[in-house]
C-alpha cells in the first residue's frame, strides 16, 4: 500500500516563499512510475489542483492561479516530490495534499493515493 507524507507547511508573511515535500513509501511501490500532483483546499472550497508532475519530470502542469509562483519537482533516488512555492499571497492560504496516480496526470476525481495534508497560512 502507497503512503504519502506531507511535511514543510506553516504560516508565513506574504510574499515569503515555502517548500513542500512529500515523502512516498510501499512495499511494492515504484515512486518513479508515478504521476505526482498536489492538490489544496481552503476553508469553504472545493479542493483543487495546484501542480503535477510527469513520471521523469518531463512535464508539468500548474493551475493559472500558481503558474510562474510555484514550482514543482521531483526526486525519484529519494522517493520524494517537492512544491516550491513563492511570493505567496494570502489567497494561497490552505491545506496542501500530495497525491499519485500511477496512469497519468492527477486530476481531483483520478488520485489513486492522498496524503493526509499539510497546512499553509500566509497572512497579509
Known amino acids: 500500500q502507497v503512503q504519502l507524507v506531507e511535511s514543510g507547511g506553516g504560516k508565513v508573511q506574504a510574499g515569503d516563499s515555502l517548500r513542500l515535500s512529500c515523502a512516498a513509501s510501499?512495499?511494492?511501490?515504484?515512486?518513479?512510475?508515478?504521476?505526482m500532483g498536489w492538490f489544496r483546499q481552503a476553508p469553504g472550497k472545493e479542493r483543487e489542483f495546484v501542480a503535477a508532475?510527469?513520471?521523469?519530470?518531463?512535464?508539468?502542469d500548474y493551475s493559472n492561479s500558481v503558474k510562474g509562483r510555484f514550482t514543482i519537482s521531483r526526486d525519484n533516488a529519494k522517493n520524494t516530490v517537492y512544491l516550491q512555492m513563492n511570493s505567496l499571497k494570502p489567497e494561497d492560504t490552505a491545506v496542501y495534499y500530495c497525491a499519485a496516480r500511477r496512469s497519468g496526470s492527477p486530476t481531483i476525481s483520478n488520485v489513486d493515493t492522498w496524503g493526509q495534508g499539510t497546512q499553509v497560512t500566509v497572512s497579509s
Open positions: 508532475v510527469s513520471w521523469h519530470s518531463t512535464n508539468t
Open positions: 510501499g512495499l511494492t511501490f515504484t515512486f518513479s512510475r508515478y504521476f
